[in-house]
């Protein structure tokens, strides 16, 4: 049903910065009630929960990133954000965006989530 595609990923210096976004289509997004997520997997590693947002806004960060990343939404454009400020080699990682039409108490956890997108790398240097 949902499809997600991320973009934004990129190259940077350590304490530089990167927007991630996410597109989603396929369900009412802008009326029904969901969850969204970035999550990150470093090599070696298992995925992470990064932020989470849901329809009212409500929002997670994961301890290594508060203070540094925000995550946001644009329901008219369908698109979820990832502003990543103050990077560190630390936040190397793939990063996945995920969907799921309900409201969750977990947004972090990755088995909240049914919908994936491919996934965007990103590299702190």
């Known amino acids: 049903h949902v499809q997600l595609v991320e973009s934004g990923g990129g190259s940077v210096q350590a304490g530089g910065s990167l927007r991630l976004s996410c597109a989603a289509s396929?369900?009412?997004?802008?009326?029904?009630?969901?969850?969204m997520g970035w999550f990150r997997r470093a090599p070696g590693k298992e995925r992470a929960g990064v932020a989470g947002?849901?329809?009212?806004?409500?929002?997670s960060n994961a301890d290594s990133v508060k203070g540094r990343f925000t995550i946001s939404q644009d329901n008219a454009k369908k698109t979820v954000y990832l502003q990543m400020d103050s990077l560190k080699p630390e936040d190397t990682a793939m990063y996945y965006c995920a969907s799921v039409n309900r409201r969750t108490w977990y947004p972090l956890s990755a088995n909240q989530y049914n919908y994936w997108g491919q996934g965007t790398q990103v590299t702190v240097s």
């Open positions: 396929g369900y009412n997004y802008n009326y029904s009630s969901y969850c």
């Open positions: 947002i849901d329809d009212d806004g409500s929002t």
